[in-house]
């Protein structure tokens, strides 16, 4: 089976994309199940975290979020019978990749798709839908009334964050750095609150919140990176991305900020400005539920939410054209590069 790998190098900057065919298939496990994929979804590759948790190989698999017809399953499974779809995230140790024709997978790492929803659709949709849950409902626990900025709203991930902080009746707040962005969003979201468009430096988005609020500040904050200091040679989206101070002027009493950004360093005066606030800070790593078993049952429960919602309509995806596996090296380049705007889908 022919599978689509990084192949590391020397420089972390260099991104080698390649091919490989794998001589066997894994073997079919009491638990596991076979599935022909049908499309994968392609995202960044986080080798830091995979060095931090001695996961480091010479061939990395690509393509983790796949979606599939079941052709064959062991001995103990009881969730799916052969001809089932289905779609679910293979796990950081997996030695295959999603861009296979056939892959081995465990039963718990997947659900069933619903039949109405499409391949492209359910596989753009399942990871950006399992990062806001995390932040919006077990980290901040959105709800009815609440106020909450979402930066860069327009990307795959502030998309899906937004359409479900407004499912559960919250005001939604959003920047977007481009004209186009904010056009999007206000075809596919016309009921937003507020849309901040920073890329002309025309408006200050600690005023504009503060106005939208009354004074009273921002209930929930789901940052896309924060600046942590100013620095001369920053470049073009550096400078866009709010300082952290900002974001902590911004919190109401008792507010939550949620923060993408893992090397977050606060100073005094921004933790006593949290602690006069009663305010917490929270790091959103969606790892964390394929990183341990404990909560195996919850997971599951929001792969199955988040397609009954994509099936419902709830979750519209900010997708781009499917496109065919021989264009997969090339587009992974693109996102591994952050150079996608667009969540890309390769539909085998």
């Given amino acids: 089976m022919k599978g689509l790998y990084w192949q590391q190098t020397l420089s972390a900057e260099e991104t080698n994309f390649v091919f490989l065919e794998k001589d066997n298939l894994a073997v ?4 596991h199940v076979k599935v ?3 499309a994968c979804a392609l995202r960044w590759i986080d080798t830091k975290l995979l060095s931090e948790i001695k996961m480091e190989k010479e061939f990395l698999p690509v393509g983790r ?19 089932d779809e289905v779609v679910g995230i293979l796990p ?48 901040s626990h959105v709800s009815p009334e609440k106020t909450v900025l979402i930066m860069d709203g327009a990307s795959p991930f502030g998309t899906i964050a937004i359409q479900l902080a407004q499912h559960r009746g919250a005001k939604v707040i959003s920047t977007v750095y481009s004209l186009e ?7 596919l979201m016309p009921s937003l ?21 009354g004074g009273l500040g921002v209930d929930i904050i789901l940052d896309a990176g924060v600046r942590l200091y100013s620095k001369e040679n920053e470049t073009t989206s550096q400078q866009l991305l709010p300082h952290k101070h900002d974001i902590i002027m911004l919190l109401s009493v008792g507010g939550h900020w949620v923060t993408t950004e893992e ?34 049952g919850k997971y599951l429960c929001i792969l199955e939410d988040i397609m009954e919602k ?10 781009d054209e499917p496109i065919p596996l021989y264009e997969a090296k090339v587009a992974m380049e693109m996102v591994q590069k952050n150079q996608a705007r667009k969540k890309q889908v390769v539909q085998l």
Avoid: M
């Fill in 28 to 31: 079919l496990k009491d638990n």
């Fill in 36 to 38: 022909q994929v049908k």
């Fill in 65 to 83: 979020e796949i979606a599939g017809v079941v052709l064959e399953i062991g001995e103990k499974v009881s969730f799916f019978q052969p001809h």
């Fill in 92 to 139: 950081l140790d997996s030695e295959e990749s999603g861009l296979c024709e056939v892959i081995v997978i465990h039963e718990h790492y997947l659900v069933h798709k619903p039949e109405k929803v499409s391949w492209p659709k359910a596989v753009g949709t399942i990871r950006d839908g399992v990062r806001a849950y995390t932040a919006l409902h077990y980290l």
């Fill in 181 to 187: 962005d904010k056009e999007y969003l206000e075809r």
């Fill in 193 to 213: 609150a507020r849309i901040i468009d920073e890329s002309h430096g025309k408006y200050d988005l600690t005023e504009s919140c503060l106005e939208e609020t």
């Fill in 263 to 296: 090397n977050l360093q606060l100073d005094p005066p921004d933790i006593r400005c949290l602690f006069l606030k009663g305010a917490t800070v929270s790091f959103l790593n969606e790892e964390v539920w394929n990183l341990s078993n404990l909560k195996q």
């Fill in 310 to 319: 994509l099936s419902s309509g709830v979750f519209r995806p900010n997708l």
